[in-house]
């Protein structure tokens, strides 16, 4: 059952991938979406896949999963995504931001690789990441959303 501060405000869940433990990021992130209002279930650095599952069922109300990553290697870190999410160990939209190929050059294609391991929406700035967690908010479906603390069950 969802604690009363999950049911009465927004929660998600934020971690940084697998192999890259660099986590100032992870925690500015944090806490701007704490300013914001959300309640943060932050599992910090070196996050494998089956974290964030786990951390799906453990709050069903989440309404996104939100995986940083810094050194490069997020497409091999996401390897075990396609399954959580087919099991439906994982079923709310995977959001993926950072640095997300090795090298100073970027690599056009690192969100199409992204995209067809299962993740949502890949993203550019941290700006892009308050905009679009109100834009999921808005139409999310009716499954989700849990009548505040104390509203009667309709009996």
Known sequence: MPSP???NGRLVILGVAASDSHAVANHLIAQALRTRGFTVVN?????????FADACERHPTAEAVIIGSLNGHVHEDLADLPAAKESGRIGVPVLVGGNLSVGAAKDPA????????GVDHVLDSVHELF?????????RPARFLLPPVGAGHGR
């Open 5 to 7: 501060e999950e049911r």
């Open 110 to 117: 690192a969100a199409r690789h992204l995209r067809a391991l």
């Open 43 to 51: 599992l910090g650095v070196c996050t494998p896949v089956a974290e």
């Open 131 to 139: 905009e679009l967690l109100d834009e999921l908010h808005t139409t």
